[in-house]
């Protein structure tokens, strides 16, 4: 079964303020993945990482930034967060090389309401 | 470049009936395709995946999914539907190039079973 956690799962904060959302998976994966999600819609990607300082803007374009210093965790900031950030935001991880690791493991998401 | 479309928002079914939930897939290379479970307030769940393998697929909790090319289809289906399979679905493509293979995600379905 796959190990993967955010933290935290609820956030509820100011605007202006500067968050992290944390993501760390156990399973040794090269490839993690942040998704935002809003209510009843589907998962936007936002970023990916290919391993160890790679990292890249995905589909959405978002305000927020990655970094990928250690293979297991991934964390994802919002210097200044403004209402217009509250979503869901999905972390996901998965291997490399074969089809079968193609598969993407999920946390638990974190919500976040920005006031 | 890839898509996915769900057709149906909202499927709403009796407790023991069929539940079939539909998704039509857009690719220029073979497709990985997938299908999560979103249980409210959780991250996503893989239901089954097909990877060019056999393609009648069959996952957990009884779900089960055909892959097929010619209509580009891969409709999730279980033969009986049961008061805890009420979630929200979501099918994926993933056929970007070999390093990426980021997942594209349909809108969702909402299943609602009826006692």
């Known amino acids: 079964e796959a190990d993967i956690y955010q933290t935290p799962r609820y956030l509820v904060i100011g605007t202006g303020k500067k968050i992290t959302l944390e993501c760390s998976q156990t399973?040794?994966?090269?490839?993690m993945y942040w998704y935002q999600q809003d209510p009843g819609m589907e998962l936007h990607l936002i970023h990916y990482s290919y391993g160890v300082n790679s990292t890249e803007k995905g589909d959405l374009s978002s305000e927020s930034t990655v970094s990928r210093i250690r293979t297991e965790h991934f964390p994802l900031t919002l210097e200044s967060a403004r209402p217009s950030h509250t979503s869901q935001y999905l972390c996901a991880s998965s291997g490399s090389g074969t089809s079968v690791r193609e598969t993407q493991y999920f946390g638990p998401g974190t919500r976040l309401l920005v006031l | 470049a890839q898509s996915v479309t769900q057709l149906g928002s909202h499927v709403s079914v009796s407790e023991g009936a069929l539940v079939l939930l539909r998704c039509n897939y857009s690719s220029s290379v073979p497709p990985y395709l997938f299908w999560y479970v979103q249980y409210p307030n959780q991250g996503l769940q893989l239901l089954l995946k097909y990877t060019s393998a056999a393609t009648l697929v069959k996952g957990i909790n009884g779900f089960e999914a055909e892959f097929k090319k010619s209509e580009t289809s891969f409709h999730l289906t279980k033969p009986s539907a049961h008061m805890s399979d009420a979630a929200e679905y979501f099918c994926a493509v993933s056929a970007g190039d070999t390093g990426r293979r980021a997942l594209t995600f349909g809108s969702g379905t909402r299943l609602q079973v009826q006692p």
């Open positions: 399973m040794g994966h090269d490839k």
